[in-house]
């Protein structure tokens, strides 16, 4: 595969031997590669911003399948791919029923491990092409996932990686109050450190740029104490009358609008 169609995947195996192959063939290949001993959240798999999901079902434990289920029906751009010992034709159809789109038994060479997480992944991205094609337009926004920019009026809003990254993600959940902490660890990838401030900052210089550029509409509200809410209107027409950080928590508390920080 090229360069710009690397592979992030994760490994959920205990499998020493079978892990250290796998780890220098996918290096080899210019796959980026994360090794979990143990399963961990679909929230934690999404922060990983993973094309696939290798994984010995004996590792899950007794919630195997439950896991499976759990991580195939959340997060439905992610290919995964069962690699584990001995198995039954009902596990393995069972297996795929769930969601799971490919089943290997052990002994397995590493490089059909991964020539089947190529076509995985291959066949997610086919799916997706059409609805990332799609831009989102919404007030006098448009955002283009596939130019990796907004645009309004007659121009670009000029944004880089990140703050596009940051604005995509709010747009798709329009409406939805996202905590900083979430927000934090779907665009950089990793839990928030304490204290640190970049959400905010981000959030800043979008609006900057939002406003520049589209200056009648507000489109990021701050849930003080927890997060943001993307919901485009029109300035002077929808406009929330002035009030303190505590009265804003406690009326949205009120009406449910508002989850606890």
Not at 170 to 180: C, M, P, S
Request: glycine share 10%.
């Amino acid at each position: 595969m090229n360069a710009q169609q690397t592979i992030r995947l994760a490994v959920v195996d205990d499998d020493s031997g079978f892990v250290t192959v796998l780890s220098k063939r996918t290096e080899a290949a210019g796959w980026q590669l994360r090794v979990l001993t143990s399963p961990v959240t679909p929230e934690e798999l999404l922060a990983m911003k993973l094309n696939a999901l290798l994984v010995d079902v004996r590792v899950l434990g007794e919630d195997g399948w439950g896991y499976l289920e759990r991580v195939c029906g959340t997060l439905p751009d992610l290919g995964v791919v069962v690699c584990t010992g001995q198995s039954t034709v009902a596990q393995r159809v069972r297996g795929l029923r769930l969601g799971v789109d490919d089943w290997l038994s052990k002994p397995c060479h590493p490089e059909e491990a991964m020539a089947r997480i190529e076509a995985v992944s291959r066949r997610r991205r086919g799916s997706r092409t059409a609805a990332d094609a799609l831009p989102i337009v919404t007030g006098e926004l448009e955002i283009r996932a596939d130019r990796f920019q907004a645009f309004a009026g007659d121009g670009s809003l000029d944004l880089t990686r990140r703050e596009f990254e940051l604005l995509q993600l709010l747009a798709e959940t329009r409406g939805q109050v996202l905590e900083r902490e979430a927000i934090y660890q779907r665009v950089w990838g990793y839990a928030m450190p304490h204290g640190d401030r970049s959400v905010d900052v981000f959030v800043r210089k979008l609006r900057q740029k939002l406003e520049k550029r589209s200056p009648g509409w507000r489109y990021i509200h701050t849930h003080f104490g927890v997060g943001y809410r993307f919901d485009p209107e029109r300035r002077g027409v929808a406009a929330e009358p002035p009030a303190t950080a505590g009265e804003t928590v406690g009326s949205q508390a009120a009406n449910g609008s508002l989850t606890p920080a």
